[in-house]
């Protein structure tokens, strides 16, 4: 029963999502990537995509735009959106309906991620429009992927703690540097506990380089791909945990 | 330790229920100490207290938002989260909080999609509660642009939405004009049902009074007391102020400890009704016309200032 009173309420979280969590990513990338492009466009007419030149420039822009977008856009889409809720008491209103607050989040949280998902095919469409085409399967399948990691980050921390988003970001930031300082030469001078705390840490690195190689066309490297969505799920199961065994009102 | 006491079947039942917050250095805050407590069918239960009482913290662990620390609570057989997320309950919280950027009607109609209104009815259902709350005018306002009157009424729209057998309000009409002070009475009254409990904290003692069949008093987390409200009438000792039109000094004669106002009247101490009356007909007798009698405080009120204390 009450699963079809939340898959009914779920139009209502999407709504919630498109208004206060999309829009904002959706306006910045527009800003960022599209007016570099409006003010390049003098001189690149359709046939300049076609050209090498002008495919790797337009492939160029279109992974800086996709760095910049799937982090952010999933941070955009998590944060905030299980703790605000007790923060702020809306919870009182939710849950003293005859409504599981488990399934709720975890159905917010699957809608969040389709919409999400969504939006960076939207923009890929139109990146293709303008420049060239890129592949919509594989930029969502790179979406689908930086959700599960990002998303599911969001999504434990929301559950266990009050600031969520500023620990996500700063989580998700010192994962990537010192991931990246690890995988470098410099690795090697790293002190161990910091080798140590950037394999805790969720896999930044090993999202980004398969991203990259879904956006490619590559097939992702097998280990790098079980790490992401091996971490993502035990972080979702995490936040179920949570939400099933501690209280709402804290 | 309080008696568990009910009118009808329990529907809730708390046991030793208990709730300590502990910080972190350790330190220890016992919000709700050692409840015990039946609340029967066709109840309408009140709890009142001063702030900080534990009156919300009691809601909290009734509703199932907290678990307690010790005791075990129950309502129809079922530990609260398990019955909420079963069958829900209707409950208007002390703080008003929804987004602010919803209007009335769409927050209207998600909580009647969540409290499962079938969806050929959320749009009728929504209307009945904004008629019932005659907040029609405000429908396509956002809720931040409400009153604080007009927000609470959302609030207690939204409790209709559900046809629960528990009702929660917390402190309910606060914020409330006279006149819908006056309605939420009646709707409550228009709530009761043999198979419904009633659950309203306030610190309004004469709101409980005139809704409540039982009241419980809190004060530093503990139940110092429940009160019957209706049918103590008799056997209460109250205090009485008297208007007397003639023959206040036969008056003062018959009724030991009385006092004499600057304004005519007399205050009478604690006396119970028969004494009371006895005396006045007696004063009658004796050429005393009597031309007015209410009481200084009602026996809940009585019992309020006797368990916290006249400060409260």
Excluded: C
Excluded at chain 1, 124 to 130: C, E, I, M, N
Excluded at chain 1, 155 to 177: C, E, H, K, N, P
Excluded at chain 2, 120 to 135: F, K, N, P, S, Y
Aim: charged fraction near 15%; glycine fraction near 10%.
């Amino acid at each position: 029963m009450s699963g079809a009173r939340l898959a009914a309420y779920g139009r209502f979280q999407l709504t919630d999502y498109v208004v206060s969590r999309a829009l904002l990513p959706f306006a910045m990338i527009l800003l960022i990537a599209g007016v570099p492009r409006l003010g390049m466009s003098h001189g690149m007419s359709g046939d300049y995509w076609l050209s090498r030149q002008g495919a790797q420039f337009a492939r160029q822009m279109y992974v800086q735009a996709v760095m910049l977008f799937l982090p952010l856009g999933a941070y955009f889409a998590t944060a905030g959106a299980i703790s605000s809720d007790r923060q702020k008491g809306f919870f009182r209103f939710f849950f003293s309906k005859p409504v599981p607050a488990t399934r709720y989040y975890l159905q917010q949280h699957v809608v969040h991620g389709l919409g999400y998902v969504a939006l960076f095919g939207l923009l890929t469409w139109l990146w293709g429009l303008v420049t060239l085409h890129q592949s919509l399967h594989r930029a969502m399948e790179a979406a689908a992927l930086t959700w599960v990691l990002v998303g599911g980050l969001g999504f434990a921390l929301g559950a266990l703690i009050r600031f969520d988003g500023a620990v996500l970001a700063i989580t998700y930031l010192v994962a990537s540097a010192t991931q990246s300082m690890a995988a470098s030469p410099q690795g090697a001078l790293m002190p161990r506990w910091l080798v140590g705390l950037a394999r805790l840490l969720p896999p930044a690195e090993a999202l980004s380089a398969t991203r990259l190689r879904l956006i490619d066309g590559l097939a992702p490297e097998a280990e790098q791909l079980w790490h992401v969505a091996g971490y993502g799920a035990a972080l979702w199961i995490i936040g179920w945990l949570a939400l099933r065994l501690r209280p709402l009102q804290r | 330790m309080t008696e568990p006491t009910t009118q009808g079947r329990a529907v809730i039942v708390l046991d030793g229920v208990a709730k300590t917050y502990r910080s972190l250095l350790g330190r220890e805050v016992h919000a709700v100490q050692d409840v015990t407590l039946a609340i029967g069918a066709g109840e309408v239960f009140g709890i009142a207290g001063p702030n900080g009482a534990g009156k919300s913290t009691l809601l909290a662990l009734l509703l199932g938002f907290l678990t307690p620390t010790a005791g075990t609570l129950a309502i129809d057989g079922l530990v609260p989260r398990a019955y909420v997320e079963r069958f829900g309950v209707s409950y208007v919280p002390e703080l008003m909080a929804l987004p602010t950027t919803w209007t009335v009607v769409d927050a209207l109609r998600r909580l009647a999609v969540l409290s499962g209104v079938p969806k050929d009815q959320v749009q009728a259902e929504v209307e009945r509660v904004i008629e019932t709350l005659a907040i029609g005018a405000h429908r396509g306002k956002r809720l931040r642009a409400l009153s604080k009157g007009n927000f609470q009424r959302v609030g207690l729209a939204q409790a209709l939405l559900l046809d629960a057998k528990v009702f929660v309000f917390d402190e309910p009409t606060h914020g409330l004009d006279p006149v819908w002070t006056q309605k939420f009475r009646d709707m409550v009254n228009g709530l009761r049902r043999a198979d419904r409990v009633i659950v309203i904290a306030s610190h309004n003692l004469d709101e409980l009074e005139r809704l409540a069949d039982r009241v419980a008093i809190i004060d530093k987390g503990r139940i110092q007391q429940v009160v019957a409200v209706h049918g103590g009438e008799t056997t209460a000792r109250i205090a009485y102020r008297l208007r007397v039109a003639v023959g206040a000094d036969v008056v003062l004669a018959r009724l030991p400890g009385a006092t004499l106002l600057a304004n005519g009247d007399i205050d009478v101490p604690a006396i119970d009704l028969a004494a009371l009356n006895a005396a006045i007909a007696a004063a009658i007798g004796d050429g005393a016309l009597i031309a007015g009698l209410a009481p200084r405080e009602s026996a809940l009120e009585q019992a309020f200032h006797s368990a916290v204390g006249r400060g409260a």
